[in-house]
């Protein structure tokens, strides 16, 4: 069942006519609404503008009026730092809805998008906005610890990926150019530093851009000479890379699952009757992009630092598995495997920058720096040599438990 938000000009999302429809439309009370007070909200490194918005509403019926709060976020194209990097040439958090391809979102994922709208041709806007819910009640207290890896947050979290990536798997209208989804390349490259270079020398002002080139440069000192290698290699040209990763499935990647973005909601009424269960709240689609379905799952592990990336895999391809034999689909392990090493790279490739900087701070050891920039060099090697046919022969790391040992050493010293 579509369940896509309303599409409006962008001129009226916040009339009173609009926001009364939205509420209606999303199964609230409504009357007469009003905008009783406005107030900004911190925007992170998108760029966008986010503005609460006080509502009060006065039912129909002479029921007692009711206050509450939305969330309005105002982008235009290529806006920021990460609108650039990603070409959001057509502002993808709109256009996801307006052509209907987030309207087949698996039950029980929420993005808390009420309505959307554009100023100026859709294949070409000038701006665009979408109404939110106030999320903040439902937002994780502590975004930036990992959770327990056997807790039931996580074990939702992995199962709702599994099956956002089972619904999109191969999905033809992921190559439907209206969309405006991240390029492949620019999936791959959105902290690289000639990407952060060119917006330094735009003039960009963000004091978080402006420290990414050390960072990167601490993230490969700590590497293996030969990773370290491979890693430039690959910054410095990335397109056998592109074109190795374009032979795998793709599905619809959220792009950026980590704690900031994510959220637990309270059970709803189902479309069909009944109850939904708790929802997952998956917030901020702006790099959303046609990709391997791992990109998502190993983000957690990039960001999360206390969860073993290994292990998580393991417990996302089960689920995985199941909802994807549900549609009749089989991955063979041969494409797997490709699919494990385009996210360990991807991971290493715009999080790199991160874990030195972690390393730095003292939050994680060395040795999972390291650990990250090998597992990476090796995917590399290997998406290309799979890519041409032939088994891969790695200098870096000859033996996988070596691999696995450097993970598992750098737990052990924590």
């Known amino acids: 069942m579509d369940t896509s938000p309303p599409h409006v000009a962008l001129d009226d999302i ?54 509450g709060a939305l969330v309005l976020k105002e982008i235009a194209p290529c806006q920021g730092w990460l609108g650039a990097a990603s070409e959001d040439h057509k502002l993808r958090e709109v ?20 309505a959307t709208g554009l100023a100026g041709p859709h294949t070409a806007p000038m701006a665009g906005a979408l109404l939110l819910r106030d999320a903040r009640r439902w937002l994780l207290a502590d975004p930036l610890t ?43 490259l959105l902290a690289a530093p000639a990407t952060v270079a060119a917006r330094l020398t735009a003039g960009e002002r963000n004091p978080y851009m402006a420290a990414i080139p050390d960072r990167w440069e601490a993230f ?20 056998p890379i592109v074109a190795a990763i374009a032979r795998l499935p793709a599905t619809l990647v959220h792009g950026d699952v980590w704690g900031p ?22 917030l901020d689609w702006a790099l959303a992009t046609a990709g391997p379905a791992l990109y998502d799952p190993l983000w957690l592990a990039g960001t999360w630092h206390a969860l073993d990336p290994r292990q998580l895999l393991a417990r996302y391809r089960a689920r995985l598995t199941r909802h994807l034999a549900a549609r009749g689909i089989r991955v063979d392990p041969v494409i797997w495997h490709g699919l494990v090493d385009a996210a360990y790279l991807r991971t ?16 994680i050891p ?36 070596r691999f696995i040992s450097g993970y598992d050493q750098s737990f052990a010293r924590q």
């Not at 009783?36 to 490194?45: F, H, L, N, S």
């Not at 256009?95 to 009420?114: F, S």
């Open 95 to 114: 256009q996801l809805w307006r052509t209907g391809l987030l309207g087949a979102l698996p039950v029980g994922i929420e993005t808390g998008v009420l």
């Open 366 to 401: 060395a040795a999972r720096a390291r650990w990250w920039a090998a597992r990476a060099a090796r995917g590399a090697e290997e998406l290309v040599a799979q890519a041409c046919r032939r088994p891969a022969q790695s200098p870096i790391i000859p033996s996988s438990d």
């Open 348 to 363: 290493v490739l715009v999080c790199g920058e991160s874990i030195g900087h972690d390393v730095a701070l003292g939050r």
């Open 220 to 239: 490969l000192a700590l590497a293996a000479p030969d990773a370290a290698a491979a890693m430039r290699s690959v910054l410095a040209d990335p397109a």
């Open 146 to 188: 990992a959770p327990t890896p056997g807790s039931a947050f996580l074990t939702r979290l992995l199962d709702a990926l599994a099956r956002l990536h089972a619904v999109y798997w191969e999905d033809p209208r992921l190559r439907d150019p209206s969309v405006g989804l991240t390029p492949a390349r620019a999936a791959l």
């Open 14 to 67: 916040i009339e009173p006519a609009t926001l009364a429809a939205v509420l209606r439309h999303a199964g609230l009370p409504a009357g007469r609404v009003e905008v009783a007070a406005t107030g900004p909200v911190a925007a992170g490194y998108s760029g966008a503008r986010l503005t609460r918005l006080t509502l009060r509403v006065t039912p129909r019926g002479g029921r007692a009026a009711w206050w």
């Open 261 to 282: 973005n994510v959220g637990i909601m309270p059970p709803a009424r189902a479309a069909a009757g009944g109850r939904t269960g708790r929802r997952l709240l998956l």
